[in-house]
């Protein structure tokens, strides 16, 4: 038989399920502007009814309701997208990481200028070709000894801002690698509780929502795989090499290779073997420091190492106007070095504008020596195995650059706006709108009233029947 008190039951069930709901849509407003924050709803659910199936029990009309409870508290997210934006995030912090690089080093090259490496060749090209019409003319032969000192200091203090920007490459892959390492640690922890409370039955809803932010600022970082076992938690590897498993994170460690002046090798921390990375942001920064700075580094120094060998071929060959023969115009082996020797900046006579003719010292007025010099800046076909002047050379490498700049910026526009489409469309399942919570939170509020008032009228009742029940009679 149901009990007299079982509509005070149903009452109070409906009380703590508004209640509930109250909070739960509480909550919701409170972070509504909460980073990653995922929506949550009360799961409303009826009580299992009265009575229970039974050849033994009273006859009745039918099942009776016992009233609701909230079965859970549900996390509304779209999984998927969450697997898009991580995949995203990763080709996103690759281009980010090549983009501000790249940007750099068109800074560092500054091409094309009028303060460029380009401006200065062709300057010291032109003030060649005025030494050929007026070899003996001193003033022409000091701006010749001017325009080489600029330029080389130009060719030596690029290549240094090249070496810095390596080098500052080389403390972000540190510094990344290191947010890598502490974000593996957090999401281990949170793991551990996510484990712990998914094992008793609980839904972490807001301990799965602070994870997956670190997931995927993770993911933007690095190359990852993300798998989830049976108590929602995550093990995460790297090119299938083991990141976070449960509770335990492994860590990546940096160790400086002497084979390359010191810069670092990002290798496991358990194993010393390097990490297999195929994404990124870090694995952006390595691309830039070990392939395009290098590149840049190498080429200039190409540029730098032939035209000292070719240009001092032909300077030695020429004679000065006090008769000096054999010496060298530039010192120096490449573009980290490269300088004006001692004998040019002592002595502008020692120009060699000046071939031997017939035998002789050297004539005063002869500049078809400062002609042959010219040409090897600007029309001898000295590299790429002879098939491009220094000139052509040194613009084919800028013009690389500005390829491989609009091309990372293109391709980051494009992550980032793919990147803002899924999360738009996470957010039309996951966000918060005040709106409809403001909707819900009437909604339970009446509910809750109504609740009330249903308590109140079965009291009354029963006041009726405890207080007027046998007086009749009395």
Not at 191 to 213: C, M, S
């Given at each position: 038989?149901?009990?007299t008190?079982?509509?005070?039951?149903v009452?109070l069930?409906?009380l703590?399920?508004?209640?509930?709901?109250?909070e739960i849509?509480g909550?919701?407003?409170?972070?509504?502007?909460?980073p990653?924050?995922?929506?949550?709803v009360?799961?409303l659910?009826a009580?299992?009814?009265?009575?229970i199936?039974?050849?033994?029990?009273?006859a009745?009309?039918?099942q009776?309701?016992t009233?609701v409870e909230v079965?859970?508290?549900?996390?509304?997210?779209d999984?998927?997208?969450?697997?898009?934006?991580?995949?995203?995030?990763?080709?996103q912090?690759?281009?980010k990481a090549?983009q501000?690089?790249?940007?750099q080093?068109?800074?560092i090259?500054?091409?094309?200028?009028?303060e460029g490496?380009?401006?200065?060749?062709?300057?010291?090209?032109k003030?060649?070709?005025e030494l050929s019409?007026?070899p003996?003319?001193?003033?022409i032969?000091s701006?010749i000894?001017q325009?080489?000192i600029v330029?080389t200091?130009?060719?030596?203090h690029t290549?240094s801002?090249?070496q810095?920007?390596?080098r500052?490459i080389?403390?972000?892959?540190?510094?990344?690698g290191?947010?890598?390492?502490s974000?593996?640690?957090?999401i281990?922890?949170?793991n551990d509780?996510?484990?712990?409370?998914t094992?008793?039955?609980?839904?972490p809803?807001?301990?799965l929502?602070?994870?997956?932010?670190l997931?995927?600022?993770?993911?933007g970082?690095?190359?990852?795989s993300?798998?989830?076992?049976?108590?929602q938690?995550?093990?995460i590897t790297?090119s299938?090499?083991?990141?976070?498993?449960?509770?335990h994170?492994?860590?990546?460690?940096?160790v400086?290779?002497?084979?390359?002046e010191?810069?670092?090798?990002?290798v496991w921390?358990e194993t010393?073997?390097?990490?297999?990375?195929?994404?990124?942001?870090?694995?952006g920064l390595?691309e830039m420091?070990d392939?395009?700075?290098?590149?840049?580094?190498?080429?200039?120094n190409e540029f730098?190492?032939?035209?000292?060998e070719?240009?001092?071929?032909?300077?030695a060959?020429?004679?000065?106007?006090?008769g000096?023969?054999?010496l060298a115009f530039f010192s120096?082996t490449?573009a980290?070095d490269?300088g004006i020797?001692?004998e040019?900046?002592?002595?502008l006579?020692?120009?060699a504008?000046?071939?031997d003719?017939g035998?002789?010292?050297?004539?005063p007025?002869?500049g078809d020596?400062?002609?042959?010099l010219?040409?090897?800046?600007n029309?001898?076909?000295l590299?790429?195995?002879?098939?491009?002047?220094?000139?052509?050379y040194?613009?084919t490498l800028?013009v690389?650059?500005?390829?491989?700049?609009?091309?990372a910026?293109t391709?980051l526009?494009?992550?980032?706006a793919?990147?803002?489409?899924?999360?738009?469309r996470?957010e039309?399942v996951?966000?918060?709108?005040?709106?409809?919570?403001?909707?819900?939170?009437?909604k339970f509020?009446n509910?809750?009233?109504?609740?009330s008032?249903?308590?109140?009228?079965?009291?009354?009742?029963l006041?009726?029947?405890?207080?007027?029940?046998g007086?009749v009679?009395?």
């Amino acid at each position: 038989m149901r009990s007299t008190f079982g509509g005070l039951e149903v009452g109070l069930r409906a009380l703590r399920a508004q209640q509930l709901a109250l909070e739960i849509t509480g909550h919701n407003i409170a972070n509504a502007d909460t980073p990653g924050y995922s929506r949550q709803v009360a799961n409303l659910t009826a009580t299992r009814p009265y009575t229970i199936p039974s050849f033994q029990r009273p006859a009745t009309a039918g099942q009776i309701g016992t009233g609701v409870e909230v079965a859970e508290i549900l996390r509304m997210r779209d999984e998927f997208v969450d697997v898009q934006i991580r995949k995203e995030s990763t080709n996103q912090g690759q281009w980010k990481a090549r983009q501000s690089n790249l940007e750099q080093l068109e800074v560092i090259l500054n091409e094309p200028s009028d303060e460029g490496i380009a401006a200065h060749l062709n300057k010291f090209w032109k003030n060649l070709q005025e030494l050929s019409f007026r070899p003996e003319d001193m003033a022409i032969r000091s701006v010749i000894q001017q325009t080489g000192i600029v330029f080389t200091d130009m060719l030596r203090h690029t290549y240094s801002q090249l070496q810095t920007l390596q080098r500052d490459i080389d403390g972000q892959v540190k510094i990344i690698g290191g947010r890598i390492n502490s974000l593996a640690q957090q999401i281990a922890a949170l793991n551990d509780e996510i484990g712990k409370v998914t094992a008793v039955g609980d839904n972490p809803n807001d301990l799965l929502d602070k994870r997956e932010l670190l997931v995927q600022e993770l993911a933007g970082l690095t190359n990852i795989s993300v798998q989830t076992d049976h108590l929602q938690r995550y093990t995460i590897t790297i090119s299938g090499s083991l990141l976070v498993s449960g509770d335990h994170s492994n860590s990546l460690d940096f160790v400086a290779n002497p084979e390359r002046e010191g810069l670092v090798d990002v290798v496991w921390a358990e194993t010393g073997h390097r990490v297999d990375l195929r994404g990124g942001e870090l694995k952006g920064l390595l691309e830039m420091r070990d392939e395009e700075v290098a590149f840049n580094m190498n080429a200039l120094n190409e540029f730098a190492a032939t035209l000292i060998e070719e240009f001092n071929q032909v300077h030695a060959a020429g004679y000065g106007l006090n008769g000096s023969h054999n010496l060298a115009f530039f010192s120096g082996t490449g573009a980290y070095d490269i300088g004006i020797t001692i004998e040019i900046m002592n002595d502008l006579n020692n120009i060699a504008a000046s071939i031997d003719v017939g035998g002789g010292a050297g004539a005063p007025g002869n500049g078809d020596n400062a002609i042959r010099l010219a040409k090897v800046l600007n029309n001898d076909f000295l590299m790429n195995n002879g098939t491009a002047t220094l000139t052509d050379y040194y613009e084919t490498l800028i013009v690389r650059l500005g390829i491989n700049a609009e091309k990372a910026n293109t391709m980051l526009e494009n992550k980032n706006a793919l990147i803002h489409h899924l999360q738009n469309r996470q957010e039309s399942v996951a966000g918060v709108s005040l709106d409809e919570e403001m909707v819900n939170l009437i909604k339970f509020q009446n509910s809750y009233s109504a609740a009330s008032r249903m308590i109140t009228a079965v009291d009354e009742m029963l006041q009726i029947l405890i207080a007027n029940t046998g007086i009749v009679g009395r």
